[in-house]
């Protein structure tokens, strides 16, 4: 049964919304003017973006990498569906602003350089028109730091920083975040308390001498961490 509001239940407050548009409809004057007054306040179409650093020859690049990077699948969109590229042509402005240097927009700009050079060498053409086999043969060198040969070192820090900026995009959009799935605020109709399973791994901290935030707190034993 629905609980009652104010001397109101919910099944009439739909009811009395739902009758709002037929008494418009009866007032020829009052729905023109409501037609008016939405269209006043109906939110303007965002402006096209506008790259602020990267030219056309670095989009496109930036696009194709970041689509390699979160490819489309059953589960959401690619990165460049869901707004990657703006995200660090962005970030990529702000961080020199707020920086007073341009250190992280040299270290992308200049790791997209080398992958065209590099494509140039091996295969005669840019990386974005080479084939998934040869960019793969690219980023095979340089995905891994740890496996990345003395000289490509640099360019696999590179691919690690724009890697992260890549997933920094996606998770902070629409798309990413309905992917993770992020909750955020939301009304939880009947709260069930911590999960018991959470909460025995809590306890047997504590009985470890977890003393939490500026307290001195012994190692945790093997298996609750």
């Known amino acids: ?5 104010d001397g109101l239940r919910r099944r009439d407050l739909i009811q009395i919304i739902g009758g709002a548009p037929m008494l418009a409809a009866a007032t020829a004057g009052m729905a ?9 306040h109906a939110p303007a179409a965002p402006p096209p973006f506008v790259r602020q650093v ?3 020859q670095q989009w496109k690049l930036v696009q194709k990498l970041s689509d390699l990077i979160i490819p489309a699948d059953q589960l959401g969109p690619s990165a460049t569906e869901a707004g990657a590229p703006e995200y660090i042509d962005d970030w990529l402005q702000f961080r020199a602003t707020e920086d007073g240097n341009e250190n992280l927009k040299a270290q992308v700009l200049g790791g997209l350089t080398w992958l065209d050079l590099e494509s140039n060498r091996l295969f005669q053409k840019t990386f974005v028109d080479a084939s998934l086999a ?8 340089i995905a891994w730091p740890s496996r990345a040969a003395k000289e490509d070192l640099r360019w696999a820090a590179f691919f ?6 890549v997933a920094s995009g996606y998770v902070s959009s629409k798309a990413g975040i309905k992917y993770l799935p992020y909750l955020g605020n939301t009304a939880v109709a009947h709260w069930q308390g911590t999960d018991p399973k959470v909460w025995a791994v809590i306890e047997e901290r504590m009985k470890n001498g977890y003393k939490g935030v500026g307290g001195e707190a012994k190692p945790w034993t093997a298996g609750t961490a």
């Open 32 to 40: 023109s003017a409501q037609e008016h007054e939405h269209a006043h």
């Open 134 to 141: 040869q960019e793969k043969q690219i980023l095979d060198r």
């Open 1 to 5: 049964m629905a609980k009652p509001i």
């Open 160 to 165: 690690t920083t724009f890697r992260d900026l």
């Open 54 to 56: 990267f030219n056309d």
